[in-house]
């Protein structure tokens, strides 16, 4: 089998303080295949926008990866050199933040900084840069793009911002785009038009796309396979419809039954008791034993490793332990 796109194997991250090393990723894995959308999903703080700053080598000092590896195309990138990875941001790793106003200079036109980016990456004259501009913001939905491009970003709104950062993200044509929570401050139909863009214009380049957020909703309408984060570990993983229909792990259930829907009827929706544990109080074993309401006398001393389930799906969690031994003896 080819290798991924991009993989990710026991990723760690810590971040150095006075009162001690805080761990904000610990040992996460996982791949992205060509042309496909991986939703993450968790809680605030969960660990979602680290795993995205890791991939592009963005990470805040003192923050830094002190284990695993990070490869793209079957080559490493995490231990790279920095004018070697800031070759490779942007080039063929696009990102798309949350604030499009983080992502774009107020004191240059739209076309100034596109262009820049295309030259940056791309063997093209000044010409040919601004008809690929053009056509870029056409492609992401900007009424009158050949006109608009000389605007400044104060004269776009919000949404119509946000397609610039996604024209800014695929200049270069990527082989992966991340886009850390791309819709939070838009409204919902906003929302839908912006997701619309991205993943269509991905599939059509056979780019993949790490999609990052909260909204389980978004996850649902995107992406071919989610990933669910809790306190910087990997709760489970799988293609999105078996996940939001059965989920494994108790966590994901939770957040399963906290998303309203139109077909079931209730009175109250599934409410997850507690909060998600700060960094310098992880407890030992499973993360989630805390808050977990099939909690084991094992789930508070061992830590569950991810468990192959069968059809891309893992999930850690020892109530699947014994099932998976006894299928192994049974293969």
Not at 58 to 79: A, H, K, M, T, Y
Request: net charge neutral; aromatic share 4%.
């Amino acid at each position: 089998m080819a290798a991924p796109l991009l993989s990710v194997r026991d990723l760690v991250v810590e971040f150095p303080t006075r009162r001690g090393t805080l761990r904000a990723l610990d040992r996460v894995s996982f791949d992205i295949e060509a042309g496909e959308v991986l939703g993450m999903v968790g809680e605030s703080g969960a660990g979602k926008s680290i795993t995205g700053a890791a991939i592009i080598g963005l990470i805040e000092p003192p923050g830094r990866i002190v284990g695993g590896e990070i490869r793209l195309q079957g080559e490493r990138i995490d231990s790279l050199p920095a004018e070697r990875m800031r070759r490779i941001r942007g080039k063929r790793i696009g990102m798309v933040f949350q604030d499009p106003l983080t992502s774009l200079n107020p004191l240059y036109t739209v076309a100034e900084q596109l262009i820049e980016t295309i030259r940056t990456h791309l063997d093209v004259g000044e010409r040919e840069a601004r008809e690929r501009a053009v056509s870029l913001l056409d492609q992401v939905g900007i009424p009158a793009a050949r006109r608009r491009i000389d605007d400044y970003p104060h004269h776009f709104s919000g949404g119509m911002r946000q397609r610039v950062v996604i024209a800014l993200a695929l200049a270069a044509e990527p082989e992966l785009v991340i886009a850390d929570e791309p819709t939070t401050a838009l409204d919902v139909s906003v929302q839908a038009q912006i997701i619309d863009v991205l993943r269509d214009l991905c599939a059509e380049k056979g780019a993949a796309v790490l999609l990052i957020t909260h909204d389980m909703g978004v996850i649902a309408e995107t992406a071919d396979r989610v990933a669910v984060l809790y306190a910087g570990r990997m709760a489970e993983i799988g293609p999105v419809r078996d996940v939001i229909k059965a989920a494994e792990h108790p966590y994901t259930r939770g957040l399963m039954g906290s998303i309203p829907t139109l077909a079931h009827s209730s009175s109250r929706l599934t409410q997850i008791p507690g909060s998600m544990p700060r960094l310098d109080a992880i407890p030992p074993g499973c993360a989630f034993n805390p808050r977990c309401p099939e909690v084991m006398p094992r789930c508070r001393q061992d830590r569950p490793d991810l468990i192959d389930r069968g059809d891309r799906r893992q999930v850690a969690c020892w109530l699947h332990a014994s099932a998976a031994r006894q299928e192994a003896g049974n293969g």
